[in-house]
């Protein structure tokens, strides 16, 4: 029988929660404590769900009915009533901000912890330059995915491809947090598969051969340009880090007295899924080199600068160019090409060099185990490459000279 405003005006509390029905699934709840709640059953997808309609009297029973009758008509179209609810909380706390800027920028600040610092100001950047001034200013659910595309196409037509890519990867993102926050129903980026240049797999330049190994070390020693790159020069096949790691180098990080330098995870790249703190010892040829260069950059943050910014991304590969290497024959991420190569043609171990380039590998128990056993070959490793490399510097005749390989 439904219920009626005296039959609910006269229902006692109990020392149990009780329900009274009304009718298709709806009843009131009543609580010990005497609160009386509007609740639903219904079915969806084989599930049964209870939802949540109001609390008596605030909500009278004609209100309740009017929205279990909402409810109903929810159904009826295959949503479910409960999510629709939470997206219209969502949608209401969002306050109207849901333009693609407004999405952007509230992704962005939320992610930008979690990213290396480089990667979430160019981040940012592609938005600010590649996209908001095409779309920002529009309602990120009313977006259309050719509108999508055209931002990317204008910026494939520069031929910058990889940033195009890199954008089309952002925008997803993007559209992914404006759907979990009530904003957008679908990434239109998934749609994109296959509509710009595919990006073509690019290998790096780099000297293997001994002999021109040695000559260009003995041109990095007569490099006529400033003290920090010319050791950024001298250090990056010592290290054979990436790039970006070397040129935001930090003297708070180098510890003369563990022979190490410690990477804080936020600057390594992103692996597998997560970023890790790298270690890398520090041969007595770099000690040297580090050590001149403290007298000069060691009252500031970073190891190749004098003002409170790293080292411009492209200092290594200017200065390579200015030593006759063009960008087919040498780049600055080559030098982690040359050590690889040699290191594993002269016998060292192969995962204390795959660890020493911070390489993602295969398993948690094994990455975990590798950090343990292998600082100790990595040490010796680094100090064998050293010598090595300054053999190689000192010999001008050519001979191809052995790493000492520790056993």
Do not use: C
Not at 97 to 117: G, I, M, Y
């Amino acid at each position: 029988m439904a219920l009626t405003d005296v039959k609910i005006k006269a229902a006692k509390p109990r020392e149990k929660q009780y329900k009274l029905a009304d009718s298709e699934g709806m009843y009131l709840l009543i609580l010990p404590a005497g609160g009386k709640y509007w609740r639903l059953k219904y079915r969806i997808d084989g599930k049964e769900k209870v939802l949540a309609l109001g609390v008596y009297p605030k909500v009278s029973l004609s209100g309740a009915r009017d929205r279990r009758r909402n409810a109903k008509d929810i159904l009826s179209e295959g949503e479910d009533p409960s999510v629709v609810k939470k997206l219209e909380k969502i949608k209401k706390k969002n306050d109207g901000k849901d333009s693609f800027e407004d999405v952007a920028r509230e992704w962005h600040n939320k992610q930008k912890t979690s990213l290396a610092e480089v990667t979430a100001r160019d981040t940012l950047s592609k938005l600010v330059n590649h996209v908001f001034p095409h779309i920002g200013a529009r309602k990120i659910g009313e977006i259309s995915t050719p509108e999508i595309l055209a931002v990317l196409r204008r910026l494939e037509s520069t031929g910058n491809v990889s940033a195009a890519h890199r954008t089309k990867q952002i925008i997803g993102r993007v559209f992914r947090y404006a759907i979990v926050t009530g904003r957008a129903t679908h990434d239109l980026s998934a749609d994109l598969k296959g509509a710009l240049t595919p990006e073509v797999t690019k290998h790096h330049a780099s000297i293997t051969d001994p002999k021109k190994i040695g000559e260009m070390l003995r041109k990095i020693d007569d490099f006529s340009g400033t003290l920090p790159v010319k050791s950024a020069l001298q250090l990056a096949p010592l290290f054979f880090v990436r790039p970006g790691e070397l040129r935001r180098a930090e003297w708070k990080d180098m510890d003369f007295d563990t022979k190490q330098w410690i990477i804080p995870k936020g600057t390594m790249k992103k692996v597998g899924r997560e970023r890790r703190e790298h270690i890398v010892p520090l041969s007595t040829q770099a000690i040297k080199i580090l050590k001149e260069l403290k007298g000069y950059t060691g009252e500031g943050r970073y190891l190749f600068s004098t003002r409170d910014k790293p080292m411009s991304e492209n200092s290594v590969n200017k200065a390579l160019r200015s030593l006759g290497y063009s960008g087919k024959e040498m780049v600055g991420h080559g030098f982690r090409t040359t050590a690889s190569t040699i290191l594993h043609e002269q016998g060292y171990l192969s995962d204390a060099i795959e660890r020493q380039l911070a390489h993602v590998e295969a398993s948690d128990v094994k990455r975990v185990y590798n950090k343990a056993l292998h600082i100790k070959e990595r040490t010796e490793m680094m100090q064998a490459w050293g010598d090595y490399l300054y053999g190689l510097k000192a010999d001008k005749s050519g001979k191809v000279l052995q790493l000492k390989v520790v056993s």
